[in-house]
């Protein structure tokens, strides 16, 4: 048996040991590309977690869709990988405290065959967010306008809108949420057309799902809260036919000294007026009266909305109008005698008199200008410049504050005699 191994091995033998040669080499070529370290990166999906309390407030946008992922290990391995085998996530629920920027990591996972040999290296590694709590706090809700009246050709009806519920349940961010005070409906003009139907009102009512405006104290918008609605009924009634009368505003107290009042009006200038009883009766009334504007401390023209005095027995069509006012700053008028005529540039060793020693002055401005002014803001001077001896005539020039007219100069050329000592 052993020789005849003996002899099936001498059989051929050089060949046999060149095949043993090719497969050790062959074998040693495969461990070490198995072995070799290399590294290839994919574009994979990034899965977000969300947390199931907060809300992402700040986040990276471009990260919600992919992450670019750089893999490391035996090159067999890497080699046979694709992007559809990775699995990258960010995981929100780690988040601990809300309202505070916190690092986030960036998760990847591969086959479950290549765990320990493998590395995945995610890029960027950590998503920078801020949370924020979700919250629902009931809110009041205002519709505007009110009341008022619709005017269909000849005809006019007044409308009354009314919120079903007076106050909605709003979810948002907390931290936005708690600056809301108030949830406004605002009413257009198309809500408060009567439904007509051949002329005559096809419903008496009706109601309207609208939008609301969360405002805060001082009725400025809230952003970043998702949109939210309340429900508005309209009823209409018809009012009978009634007449324009003029509308004439009312002032109280007095403008500063130093203003006076242009002119008071109205916008619009006529109401509609009708009897109390609604009965088609036309009151004999020719004017409405405004509740008094009060002027007092006011300085500047303005605009405000005025509620109208129904006069006894009748209805009108609106309650209140924009009044506007005008007012304007008067002129005034200060004089300043005696004021000290000074001598500039004279000759240098010459002797200068003034017929005149002071001049009294006259200006004339706006009355805020004007009235504060005492003798210390006006000078008075000559220029005496590039005169000789003797006696000449010269223009009295005046020092005032800008803004302000100089009406006179009294007097307004003084004689100015210069004179030198001989020995």
Known sequence: MINRLLSLLKQDFWWKALAVVLALLLWVMVVQDYNKVTSVTFDVPLEVISHPEYELYEGREDLETQVEVRVTGPNLLVSSLKATDLHAWVDYRTVQQPGRTQEVRVQV??????????????????????????????IPVVVTPDSGIVTVGQREFRYTAALVTERIPVSGRADYLGLVRTAVVALQGADLEPPLEDGRLAQAAARLQKPVRLVDAVMQPVEKIPEHFAEVEITWEELPPGKRVAVQPQTTGSVPAGFELVGVSAAPESVTIRSA?????????????????D?????????????????????????????????????????????????????????????DPTVEVRLTGRYSLVHPLDASAVAAYVDAGGLGPGTHRVPVKVLYPPEIVESAIDPAVVEVTISFETE
């Open 277 to 293: 009883n609604l009965d088609g009766s036309l009151p004999s009334v020719s004017v409405v009266y405004t509740e008094p504007v």
């Open 109 to 138: 996972s591969g086959p479950e065959r290549f765990r320990g040999q493998v590395e995945y290296r995610p890029s960027p590694s950590t998503v920078s967010v801020t949370l924020v709590e979700n919250r629902t706090l009931t």
């Open 295 to 355: 002027l007092t401390g006011q300085t500047q023209n303005f605009t405000t909305v005025a509620r109208l005095v129904a006069p006894a027995g009748t209805s009108l069509a609106q309650t209140s109008v924009e009044v506007t006012v005008l007012i304007r700053e008067v002129n005034a008028e200060k004089v300043f005698g005696a004021v000290p005529i000074v001598v500039q540039n004279a000759p240098e060793g010459a002797g200068v008199t003034l017929s």
